[in-house]
């Protein structure tokens, strides 16, 4: 994660760059991604593409991209569904 977190430029910043190698968290949160479509290419559970905003373990918000013609959020990069969870609104969030 140390790696991503420097690649993606948020090393020592105030995001904090996490993994779930085994869906634990993934699962108890609720945010399994079981669609047909992803789940026949990638061939396991992976999980969706959200972001969580947590202030002193207190959850501020959640953002799921997802949609039913669009379940794993990542059919148009610049569109609607993606935009829950890039940066731009995310900060918004904050």
Not at 42 to 57: A, Q, T
Not at 63 to 82: H, K, L, M, W, Y
Request: glycine content about 10%.
């Amino acid at each position: 994660m140390k790696s991503w977190a420097k690649d993606q430029g948020t090393e020592g910043s105030m995001i904090t760059m996490m993994g779930d190698p085994g869906s634990r968290l993934t699962r108890r949160l609720g945010m399994v991604l079981r669609h047909p479509g992803p789940m026949s290419v990638l061939g396991y559970p992976r999980c969706k593409r959200f972001v969580l905003v947590v202030d002193d373990c207190e959850i501020k918000a959640v953002e799921v991209s997802e949609a039913e013609d669009d379940p794993a959020g990542e059919n148009d990069p610049e569109g609607p569904i993606t935009g829950k969870t890039r940066v731009e609104h995310v900060l918004t969030l904050l």
